[in-house]
């Protein structure tokens, strides 16, 4: 389908190949993987975007959030604030649902079989960001939980994550959260496996209707395979928030730095 790369063919690369498939003309991605609640982390790499676009100017500028903003760091509340009102006047942001969206959004329609569940995977540190204490009472009382999680959370919060999409198509490329089923149409995706899927695809090594760019699973360096770019760098446990820059057919990477 595409070519991408020769030499190590079915290999990942941790650095991006000297070409690409190609993204749209006269259109600059920047393509960022999961924030989870890191907002220093996502404060810094918006201002390197910024400064790049100021470097080298495009017609068009698109900042696609690969989902996941929220849950495990510990500023959620404050990230969904920063992004519900992040309009810049040199890129248009794009923003997916992930899975921790998902389920925030499950957790304050009332679902308490869930509650549990979140809390386990970082809820509890986007609970604590909105102010909401005693949360051993999670197991005791999980209806109380929910009602002051449903008492401190916004309703713009709410808003903004239903807007999210689950797939944004940019040139030869395809932006999810998780993944595709493989051998199914781009058209024929089902959200769950958008938002949620590791296997197959992780393990899949033959073309894509288009390279799924995507994050859900940490890598400790962006990879870069044949028919598929992960760049979820573990924001929360890492300090390193990673943006996949595309240009056409060029590519490159802009991150965080890491604690020292």
């Not at 009382?141 to 903004?160: A, T, W, Y």
């Amino acid at each position: 389908m595409f070519k991408l790369f020769s030499k190590r063919a079915r290999e990942k690369r941790e650095t991006p190949p000297d070409s690409l498939p190609s993204g749209p003309a006269g259109q600059r991605g920047y393509i960022i993987g999961d924030v989870h609640g890191c907002l220093n982390e996502l404060v810094a790499l918006l201002r390197l975007i910024k400064e790049d676009v100021a470097n080298s100017p495009a017609a068009d500028n698109y900042i696609v959030f690969l989902g996941d903003l929220i849950d495990r760091g510990p500023s959620s509340a404050h990230v969904l604030e920063l992004l519900r009102q992040y309009k810049p006047d040199f890129a248009t942001p794009v923003f997916l649902k992930g899975n921790h969206e998902e389920l925030f959004l499950k957790i304050l329609e009332g679902r308490m079989d869930l509650l549990e569940s979140w809390f386990r995977f970082g809820g509890r540190d986007c609970a604590r960001s909105y102010g909401v204490d005693n949360l051993g009472s999670v197991f005791l009382n999980p209806e109380q939980v929910i009602d002051n999680l449903i008492d401190r959370v916004p309703q713009s919060h709410i808003d903004f994550q239903e807007t999210f999409a689950t797939m944004y198509e940019f040139g030869d490329f395809v932006c999810v959260h998780a993944g595709i089923l493989p051998k199914t149409k781009l058209a024929d995706q089902k959200d769950k496996d958008l938002m949620w899927i590791r296997e197959p695809f992780l393990s899949y090594k033959k073309p894509h209707e288009k390279v799924v760019i995507h994050g859900h699973t940490i890598v400790e360096e962006p990879e870069f395979f044949p028919n598929r770019i992960a760049i979820d760098t573990g924001a929360y446990k890492s300090g390193v928030l990673a943006c996949l820059r595309i240009d056409g057919e060029k590519t490159s990477l802009i991150k965080t730095a890491s604690p020292t």
